[in-house]
C-alpha cells in the first residue's frame, strides 16, 4: 500500500514536494496508517488533534495518544479543545456540523499561524462511498454524487483511492496501534447505517464492487468536467459579467433546450435552493426577485440579474462637513465657491449655499422620496421619476442622492433640485460636482 500512495502522490499531489503538511490525527486507524506513511516518504508533516469533548475521558485519551505517538516520531504536534456542544446549542446545527466548522477553521488557522501550505486527512474510498450514498437518499445532483473531492482549495485526501480493507492490513502488517472510538459501532448515525447495514449487502451482490464504484465516480467527474465546459460556452453566448453583477438574456438563454441545466450550473454557488421558482423567473414579469442568504437573482425586463445582496451598503450614509466640502468615497463629488453659474451638465450643478444645510448627506433612495426636478414645474416622486426615465430595477438600487437636511439637492448625475439651484441674484454660488 504505501508504495501505491507514493505512486498516488506522485501523479496526483506532486504540488506538495517541499511543501509542509499539516495532517488531521484522530487517533483512529485511518489517520494513524496515514501519520506512519506521510513519515515513511519522508515529507515534511505536523499533526493536529481535536479534542471535541464529546466521550468524557475517552476524548482525553485520544488527546494523550496521538500526542504520544507523534512525539514518538518526532513530528510537531497541535493540541485544540472546543466546546463542541455549546458551540452546535449557540448556532443551533447539529455536533457533526458543529465538529467540522470548528476542526476546519482551526485547521487553515494553523496553515497561516504556523507556516504550514496544506491541510491532508485520512478520507479513504468506503469513506466516499457513504458520502455517495448519503448523498443519493437525500436527493441531489451529480456534483453532490461526485462525493468528497480529492483536493478543495487547501485540502487533500491522498487515501480515497484506497479502501479500509488495505489500510487494516496495513496496519496489522506494520504493527500501527490506534484508539477505536465507541460511536463507530453504533448505528445512531446515517453514515454508520450505511456503512454497518448497505455496504455489506453491495460487497455480497458484487465482490468487486469498490472497483466498480470507483470507475463510476470517474465517469461521473468526466460528465461533470463536460458540464463545466459546455456551460462556460453557453455562459459566453448569453450572459456577461458587469461589476459584481451577472446579466443573463433570457430569450437567448430559452433557445436552449436544457437551459434549467445551464442556471444551476451558474447558481449553484451562490445558496439557492427553490429551484423551481428560479426556472420559473426566466418567464416571470419584470420585478419578480428570489433570495439566497448572499445574493439577489431578479427578473428586469428581459434579463435575470445576479447581484450580492447588500443592506448594509444601501443603508449606508455618507457626509460633506462645510469645511472639508468634499468626498472621496463611495463617489467622488467636491463643492467649490465660484462667482459665475455655468450651464449645468450631467456632472455638475450650481446651487446657492445659503440654501444648503450642512453636513450633507450622500445616500441612496428611501421610501416617500420627492424632489422638485429642474426644466419642469412641481414637485415629483422619486418613483415615478425613476418610471418615466426608464430606470432599471438595477439602476434604482446604484443611484446616490445628496440632500440637505433630507431634502434631495440632486439626483447625482442625472438631475438637480429647483429649489436649490442657483441664479442671477445668488450671491453665494456653490459648484457641486462629480469627478
Known amino acids: ?248 438574456d433570457c430569450e437567448k438563454l430559452l433557445q436552449y433546450t436544457h437551459y434549467k441545466a445551464y442556471l444551476y450550473q451558474w447558481l449553484k454557488e451562490y445558496g439557492f435552493t427553490a429551484w423551481e421558482d428560479i426556472y420559473n423567473l426566466v418567464a416571470a414579469q419584470s420585478g419578480k426577485q428570489i433570495f439566497s442568504a448572499t445574493h439577489l437573482l431578479l427578473k428586469d425586463r428581459d434579463f435575470l440579474l445576479l447581484l450580492p445582496k447588500n443592506k448594509e451598503e444601501h443603508e449606508k450614509v455618507y457626509f460633506i462637513e462645510k469645511d472639508s466640502k468634499n468626498l472621496k468615497f463611495p463617489l467622488n463629488v467636491s463643492l467649490c465657491q465660484t462667482d459665475d453659474i455655468l450651464e449645468p451638465t450631467n456632472n455638475s450643478i450650481f446651487v446657492d449655499q445659503n440654501k444648503l444645510s450642512f453636513p450633507l448627506v450622500l445616500r441612496k433612495k428611501q421610501e416617500g422620496d420627492y424632489f422638485y426636478p429642474s426644466g419642469m414645474k412641481g414637485k415629483k416622486k422619486l418613483s415615478k421619476y425613476f418610471k418615466d426615465e426608464k430606470y432599471s430595477l438595477l439602476d434604482k438600487e446604484k443611484q446616490w442622492l445628496l440632500t440637505s437636511n433630507n431634502e434631495i439637492v440632486w439626483v447625482i448625475g442625472k438631475r438637480a433640485d429647483q429649489r436649490f439651484l442657483a441664479h442671477s441674484e445668488t450671491k453665494e454660488i456653490v459648484k457641486i460636482e462629480l469627478k
Not at 482549495?153 to 479500509?164: A, G, W
Open 1 to 248: 500500500m504505501l508504495q501505491k500512495i507514493q505512486k498516488h502522490f506522485e501523479e496526483h499531489f506532486s504540488f506538495t514536494q517541499g511543501k509542509k503538511l499539516l495532517l488531521a490525527v484522530s487517533g483512529g486507524i485511518d489517520s494513524m496508517v496515514l501519520l506512519s506513511v506521510l513519515k515513511k516518504m519522508s515529507l515534511e508533516i505536523g499533526v493536529a488533534h481535536c479534542n471535541f469533548q464529546l466521550r468524557g475521558d475517552d476524548s482525553d485519551a485520544d488527546a494523550i495518544f496521538v500526542e504520544e505517538q507523534t512525539n514518538a516520531l518526532q513530528v510537531p504536534f497541535f493540541l485544540q479543545s472546543f466546546a463542541t456542544e455549546t458551540y452546535a446549542t449557540k448556532h443551533k446545527v447539529s455536533i457533526q456540523v458543529a465538529a467540522r466548522k470548528l476542526r476546519y477553521d482551526w485547521f487553515h488557522e494553523l496553515l497561516t499561524q504556523e507556516n504550514y501550505d496544506y491541510i491532508v486527512t485520512a478520507h479513504h474510498l468506503d469513506d466516499q462511498v457513504e458520502t455517495f450514498l448519503i448523498h443519493l437518499s437525500r436527493g441531489t445532483g451529480l456534483h453532490g454524487l461526485l462525493g468528497i473531492p480529492a483536493q478543495n482549495e487547501k485540502v487533500i485526501r491522498p487515501l480515497l483511492s484506497i479502501s479500509r480493507t488495505e489500510i487494516e492490513t496495513y496496519a496489522k502488517e506494520n504493527n500501527i496501534t490506534w484508539r477505536e472510538d465507541a460511536s463507530n459501532a453504533s448505528d445512531k448515525y446515517v453514515r454508520n447505517k450505511i456503512r454497518h447495514k448497505i455496504i455489506p449487502v453491495l460487497k455480497e451482490l458484487n465482490p468487486s464492487f469498490l472497483t466498480s464504484f470507483q470507475n463510476t465516480i470517474s465517469n461521473l467527474q468526466q460528465a461533470s468536467d463536460l458540464i463545466t465546459e459546455s456551460s462556460a460556452i453557453v455562459f459566453e453566448k448569453v450572459a456577461l459579467l458587469e461589476n459584481k453583477t451577472i446579466k443573463i
